[in-house]
């Protein structure tokens, strides 16, 4: 079983639709992180979070520490949203290193 | 600020050839990583380095090598080149609180 799980590896949904992507894991962590990987292949972070909620624009990510447990939820998705959004977690003996889920492939439709 | 750059984006190697990856960052920070990305994986770390000078083994170490001789740069070796190498590596720095920053990908095919 991976450390990082993330479901569901793909998720095709219409513009304007409220998505979730959810990461589950098993170890203690430090801090879990969401990235978007842009269909040209660039990655960027989206969000680090250790507890409770975060927001930025549309993107809204929160984690549950106890149930080892986050979602990343999209509001009012665009085309543009499409992208593989990934969690990593960085547990709490692994110092600055993350460890990956395999990612979530979300294509909106326009 | 140009953030995380990498050299080559592409390359061709036959197997057995070498070549080295160059990951250059100009934020400053302390910390540096390869990773490679193959279909249906996450990304998985091949090494990496806490600081200028200092190297240590990822999860997938075997068949490379690496170096941290300036805080910037941190190069990615394969002596000889396998099939199984080929893949997308990405270099990325962080620095506390370990939010870490990608550059743009190498895309490498070992034939």
């Known amino acids: 079983k991976n450390e990082v799980e993330q479901s569901p590896q793909n998720l095709t949904a219409q513009e304007g639709e409220f998505i979730t992507i959810n990461c589950s894991y098993s170890v203690g962590i430090s801090a879990l992180h969401w990235l978007q990987q842009h269909p040209g292949g660039g990655i960027v972070s989206l969000f680090m979070?250790?507890?409770g909620k975060k927001k930025h624009g549309r993107l809204i990510a929160t984690i549950n520490i106890q149930e080892k447990h986050s979602s990343l939820h999209i509001t009012a998705s665009h085309p543009r949203d499409s992208a593989v959004y990934i969690c990593?977690?960085?547990?709490?003996?692994?110092?600055?290193?993350?460890?990956f889920g395999e990612g979530t492939q979300l294509t909106v439709n326009p | 600020n140009a953030g995380v750059t990498q050299t080559p984006k592409f390359r061709v190697l036959k197997t057995g050839q070498s070549m080295t990856l160059l990951c250059a960052q100009d934020?400053?920070?302390?910390?540096m990583y390869w990773y490679r990305q193959d279909p249906g994986m996450g990304l998985r770390l091949i090494h990496y380095?806490?600081?200028?000078?200092?190297?240590a083994k990822g999860e997938v170490p075997d068949g490379y090598n690496v170096s941290r001789l300036k805080k910037q740069n941190f190069l990615l070796g394969l002596e000889s080149a396998a099939p199984s190498q080929t893949s997308v590596y990405f270099c990325a720095s962080a620095d506390y609180p370990y939010e870490q920053y990608f550059g743009p990908g190498t895309r490498l095919t070992v034939t």
């Open positions: 380095s806490v600081g200028e000078g200092t190297t």
């Open positions: 934020m400053n920070h302390e910390y």
């Open positions: 990593a977690v960085r547990s709490k003996t692994s110092g600055s290193r993350l460890t």
């Open positions: 979070l250790s507890s």
